[in-house]
């Protein structure tokens, strides 16, 4: 399984198209697949970002536990799946589309932030990362109550 981390920018030019980050693609290597999963994130005002390998476990773990003999089942699913995009970094400039609407949802203007999350990276518009970080001891309170 593929880890990432680590914080990068890029600017992002009219057509939704990005420069994926050198670090970040070094870190899937040569061997892997190079294309991703782009969704709106849960919980928070940014987007996902999954290799495609870790997409399909995620979605197949997901489907596993649904009926789709029930309704809202079938319901969920279909919001589990909307507003998904597949992008892979082009091979002359390393540059990745993300469609407007995705950016739009999380009110991306002129720079992204790739943050990389272990299993995934999330991009953020670039002013609004800085505002979501924990405060110290807001942090330290949350790690006693999770892992404490």
């Known amino acids: 399984m593929v880890k990432f981390i680590g914080e990068y920018t890029a600017k992002v030019d009219d057509k939704g198209r990005v420069v994926f980050p050198s670090s970040l693609k070094s870190m899937l290597g040569p061997e892997n697949d190079h294309r991703f999963v782009v969704k709106k994130d849960l919980f928070f005002n940014c987007l996902e ?7 399909i476990r995620q979605s ?4 596993s536990r649904l ?3 029930k309704k809202e089942h079938a ?7 909307r507003d998904r995009a597949l992008v892979e970094p082009d091979e ?3 540059r990745i589309s993300i469609p407007k609407r995705l950016l739009d949802q999380i009110g991306v203007s002129k720079e992204v932030l790739f943050a990389g999350s272990d299993h ?15 405060p ?3 942090y330290v309170d949350l790690a006693e109550k999770i892992l404490g």
């Open 92 to 94: 002359k400039f390393g």
């Open 120 to 134: 995934k990276i999330e991009i953020w518009a670039k002013e609004i990362y800085g505002g979501e970080r924990l």
């Open 75 to 81: 319901l969920f699913w279909r919001e589990y799946m």
């Open 60 to 63: 197949e773990e997901v489907k």
């Open 67 to 69: 009926n789709f003999f």
């Open 136 to 138: 110290g001891s807001e």
């Open 49 to 55: 970002m999954y290799t495609y390998p870790e997409w």
